[in-house]
């Protein structure tokens, strides 16, 4: 029994981890690393995430995890989610990011309960906070 449930995790997890990707907000050719600033998801499990939703006002996708931007001020709508055993929940919270070229920023969050939620957005080489408000 015990194979069963850890097959069928495994096989979820896959197929959750391969309906997102990473979009590019910006019209034209891919630029460079050096040129955009890119936002990931944080690194979390498929039951408690945080995901890039929206730039810019425009939706990424149900399940868009990181996105390409060029630099500059962004409005990051950001998808939190928390599994509690079989209940989900799930909000947004939106944040402004001055993003710089050549810089990757980590999309944090969490719900501790319905009415008290957090997310942020942390640049991934220093660990500072740039958008939003981490819990104490």
Not at 2 to 21: E, R, V
Not at 66 to 93: C, F, M, Q
Not at 99 to 114: F, K, R, S
């Amino acid at each position: 029994m015990k194979s069963l449930l850890l097959i069928f995790t495994i096989s979820i997890t896959t197929l959750l981890a391969s309906c997102g990707g990473t979009i590019q907000t910006y019209e034209g050719p891919e630029l460079p690393p050096e040129k955009v600033a890119t936002i990931q998801a944080e690194p979390n499990t498929i039951f408690d995430q945080a995901i890039v939703y929206a730039v810019d006002g425009v939706e990424s996708g149900f399940n868009q995890i990181n996105a390409v931007v060029l630099p500059g001020e962004h409005t990051i709508k950001i998808r939190l989610d928390k599994l509690r055993g079989l209940v989900s929940y799930w909000t947004y919270r939106t944040v402004t990011l001055n993003a710089e070229a050549g810089h990757t920023y980590i999309v944090m969050g969490i719900i501790i309960d319905e009415d008290t939620v957090f997310a942020w957005i942390e640049d991934k080489d220093t660990g500072l906070i740039v958008a939003g408000n981490k819990p104490d």
